[in-house]
């Protein structure tokens, strides 16, 4: 299977010349990664990407497998399904390839052919005749994949687990064949990975599995797939700890796409519905460490009905918060807001702490892309779609519907050129970058690749922001870590942001604070605690920073980084503490203001956008929580 | 005679015995998606088919299916064979853009034998014959002093500095405005280099003299003073330093090869005719 795989790629590879994707660090060689003594560096990574092994990618016309989808990751040119040539502004330094389970390959195995075929009268035949039709009823026939998906429609035959097994086994063992061959300790991080895909009646319940291990652990277990259990991720940790305590082995699980799945991503129950009890709150927390929150399907940091008064809330929102990922469940309901978005769940995890004595939610943050073309693309003026119907080439991409399971309106606008993941680790290896997640010292960004160093502690000293980075190590936690004790008085922050050189300047710093007050109720405050202009920029009375200014040139897709800072750096210390709260502590930083994609798309093919496109837009970087537990 | 002759010939040519391996592959998998008669009406679940339903669920849960749950895995497999056999009644499974899809699949893997690990000469080979794209870049060492944000210092003080730095009057760490970039880098690779400063940085790097401070080199980040200390030429790689992707390469490009010539085997027994083509 292995050659088949191969071959798909022969053609990219051929045209691939010139890249200079390895030797160009002169000290680089051999795979003997040394560790640093503390994470020294950041990495630079996507955790969620689509090949032609998904089925709805393939189904979508993607045509580029796991090999193209690795040498793109590490800089290389490709040739895009749709033609056009692509190639990263600068390579990532670690991927995890992660089709999805169920299904996997449905469309690809040959000995399977006359299963796949088995879809049930009702839409079968307009299957048929609407793959030969056209591109657009090919997409229609993967909406309704989905769709089925969502609404438990797909026979057994396509989703049940045992008719996948063998056509999984395949692709499961050949995905950890090319992992292993790309995956260069000190110079590239290839994961072993898949994505866990239940979606009961719509809500999008789906997590990426990635594996701390080679394939020759990784492969004596095969993808889960959800449909056994129609998406009892308890069922998942059951098969997580069974892989660990057979192999000695290491999995995690990242939820996504919390913002359409109809409040049931944070939902204050067990699957079943009965009530979150601690040993459910250990077990999520152990296997479900970082949660992904930043995507091309939006944004699920926050929302601003849960949010009034954070005026940055709505990113990425617009078109995602109005039902769940199939449109099956009817328009979402605003009481479903606080199982669908981060920062509630943060806060929900800190009540849980109290009511249960443990907190299922106890995550840091990612971004990745969720891209279904195997290309990790997330810059604004590289962005190569959601899925091979709307890559780069596609002039009328941004103004299509996209109907994806759906009936109603989503447009390609709505998506995002969104994100990656950040990882504070000891080396660019396996081991390391997944022990970062693990130990949740890492953060999310919606594409660009700013620098940001978070650490909690309540020894910090004013000068200590001079070495932060073995100050913040040597006196304090990193980002994802603890904090308790303190003899009552508040905890201070080390935090510094430096811009992406290829990117904006920076706007602000914020602190987002949640807490559980007296009545057992989580609340939350944003604090600006560090901005650019801050001789003439001054937080008013309603308490807000004044905007910094927006100064991007539609027609040309520039903006002034004058107006924003290189690199802000502080130390804070909570003003409104009480030791007897449990509470956490996140790092928010903010861009200037810069063009979408559209708008980059706008200038290439001389098109006028409608109003209601958002032309302008301020890029971010959510880091982990630092949190506060009350001695006890 | 001439029969035979004709018969002996066919069975001789490698086209033949590659489609009669294709067939034969082709059977076997047909037979083994199911071992049961999709024609008959009668399905049995037999003890090697409970035993693979066991297998598969010992393997994701490390342990055996209770009798509840295999019931559930033998109705399931029950369901899945009845829809099967139903579809193929039905001719489901002809002109089926996906099926269709599958079997071109198939057969481009059909088309290629197992490509043998490579040689370290034919590594080398392979390597010498591609120079630039496994070339080390060239590297630098260099001090930098970060002077603020484009426009935030004027011409003549940024000439002022540099005069400073280079008549020895004033240190880099004095000069330089507040940001967590090294002073210094030592054997610092291009990529690396950008990784931290940005590309506009390295492009200007390349025409400076070294041994004197100069500016302003613009970044990422603003603008800069910079003094080159030594360039480290690009050279070419030791097939150690880059044999991983040098194998992936090699192996990439073999196989694309195989498949060209096994197409190309197949396509010259067809004759095509397209409207409008010559």
């Known amino acids: 299977m292995r050659k088949a795989l191969l071959l798909a790629t022969c053609g990219v590879a051929l ?22 003594e503390y994470p020294e560096q950041v990495f630079w990574g996507d955790t969620h990407l689509h090949t032609d092994v998904s089925v709805d990618a393939y189904g979508f016309g993607n045509r580029l497998d796991q090999e193209t989808a690795l040498r793109f990751a590490r800089g290389e040119e490709v040739t895009a399904t749709k033609g056009a040539k692509a190639k990263l502004s600068r390579p990532l330094d670690f991927l995890v390839i992660s089709d999805h389970s169920d299904a996997m390959g449905a469309t690809k195995a040959i000995k399977e052919a006359p299963r796949i075929a088995l879809l049930g009268d009702e839409f079968l035949l307009r299957w048929h005749d609407m793959l030969n039709e056209s591109d657009e009823a090919a997409l229609q026939v993967t909406a309704e994949l989905i769709d089925g998906a969502a609404n438990g429609t797909l026979p057994e035959s396509v989703t049940g687990p045992e008719a996948q097994t063998e056509r999984t086994k395949e692709l499961w063992e050949a995905h950890g064949e090319i992992v292993d061959e790309y995956n260069e300790p000190g110079k590239f991080t290839a994961f072993m990975g898949y994505e866990y895909t239940p979606m009961p009646g719509g809500d999008n319940l789906h997590r990426v599995v990635m594996f701390r291990d080679g394939a020759d652990k990784a492969t004596t277990v095969l993808p889960y797939s959800s449909q056994g259990f129609a998406g009892n991720p308890e069922k998942l940790w059951e098969h997580m700890a069974a892989y660990e305590k057979d192999t000695g082995g290491k999995m995690l699980a990242m939820p996504h796409n919390s913002n359409v799945s109809n409040g049931r991503m944070f939902e204050m129950q067990k699957y079943d519905g009965s009530p979150i009890d601690k040993a459910y709150a250990e077990t999520r927390a152990k296997y479900e460490p970082v949660v992904e929150v930043t995507q091309i399907k939006g944004d699920s940091e926050a929302h601003p009905f849960l949010s009034p008064n954070d005026e940055f809330a709505a990113f990425g929102d617009a078109g995602w918060d109005k039902c769940n990922l199939s449109c099956t469940g009817g328009d979402t309901k605003p009481e479903q807001y606080a199982g669908s978005y981060a920062r509630e769940a943060l806060k929900r995890g800190l009540e849980l702490m109290q009511t249960v004595g443990a907190n299922p939610f106890k995550f840091g943050m990612i971004g990745s892309t969720d891209s279904h073309t195997s290309l990790a693309t997330a810059d604004e003026d590289n962005f190569f779609g959601k899925h091979s119907q709307n890559e780069l080439n596609r002039e009328d991409r941004a103004m299509q519907p996209q109907n994806l399971g759906t009936r109603r309106g989503r447009f390609g606008w709505h998506y995002l050129s969104s994100g990656y993941a950040a990882a504070w680790a000891t080396s660019n290896s396996r081991e390391a970058i997944f022990d970062a997640f693990q130990r949740r010292e890492v953060y999310a960004t919606t594409g660009p690749r700013m620098t940001v160093r978070f650490f909690g502690g309540f020894d910090f000293a004013e000068g200590d922001t001079e070495n932060l980075v073995s100050t913040g190590y040597e006196k304090g936690v990193p980002m994802g870590g603890d904090l308790s004790g303190g003899d009552g008085e508040a905890p201070k922050f080390l935090i510094s942001a430096m811009m992406d050189p290829e990117s904006a300047s920076l706007d602000r710093v914020q602190i987002v604070k949640g807490w559980v007050d007296a009545s057992g109720k989580s609340q939350e405050e944003i604090y600006n605690v560090s901005w650019a202009d801050a001789e003439n920029r001054n937080i008013g009375a309603d308490g807000k920073l004044a905007p910094v200014p927006n100064t991007v040139n539609l027609t040309k897709g520039e903006w002034d980084n004058a107006t924003g800072a290189p690199e802000l750096v502080t130390l804070w210390q909570d003003p409104d503490f009480d030791a007897s709260q449990n509470a956490f502590y996140y790092v928010r930083v903010l861009e200037i203001p810069t063009p979408t994609w559209p708008v980059y798309d706008a200038l290439k093919f001389g098109l006028t956008l409608p109003d209601d496109v958002i032309k302008v837009q301020q890029e971010r970087a959510y880091t982990s929580p630092i949190w506060y537990t009350p001695k006890a | 005679m001439a029969e035979t002759s004709w018969l002996k010939r066919l069975l001789k040519e490698p086209l033949v015995h590659f489609l009669g391996g294709a067939l034969l592959v082709f059977a076997f998998f047909w037979a083994t998606g199911t071992n049961r008669d999709p024609t008959d009406y009668t399905i049995n679940i037999d003890r090697s088919d409970i035993e693979r339903l066991q297998a598969n669920w010992t393997q994701n849960f490390r342990r055996p299916p209770s009798a509840e749950e295999l019931n559930g895995l033998v109705d399931q497999e029950i369901t899945e064979e009845i829809y099967y056999r139903e579809a193929l009644r039905l001719g489901l499974d002809r002109g089926d853009p996906v099926i269709r899809r599958r079997l071109f699949t198939k057969m481009r893997f059909l088309g290629n034998q197992e490509v043998n690990d490579p040689t370290n000469a034919e590594l080398q080979k392979w390597m010498e014959g591609n120079p630039g794209k496994y070339a080390l870049s060239s590297a630098y060492d260099l ?26 009057s004033a240190k880099p760490a004095n000069l330089s405005e507040p940001i967590s970039l090294p002073l210094a880098l030592k054997a610092a690779g291009t990529q690396a280099i950008a990784r931290q400063f940005g590309e506009r940085f390295v492009q200007a790097l390349a025409p400076l003299k070294t041994g004197k401070w100069v500016g302003p080199i613009p970044s990422g980040f603003g603008q800069h003073l910079v003094k080159v200390d030594k360039r480290i030429p690009g050279k070419p790689a030791a097939l150690e330093d880059v044999r991983q992707a040098v194998t992936n390469d090699w192996r990439a490009a073999q196989t694309a090869d195989q498949e060209k010539k096994s197409l190309d085997n197949l396509r010259s027994q067809y004759e095509i005719r397209v409207a409008g083509r010559e």
Do not use: F
């Open chain 2, 143 to 168: 001090q930098q002093v970060y002077l603020g944000q484009i426009g935030a210092m004027a011409e003549t003080d940024i000439a002022a500095a540099a005069e400073q730095l280079n008549n020895g």
């Open chain 1, 15 to 36: 045209a691939v010349s010139g890249c200079k994707y390895v030797g160009d660090d002169p000290n680089g060689s051999g795979s003997n990664v040394e560790n640093t």
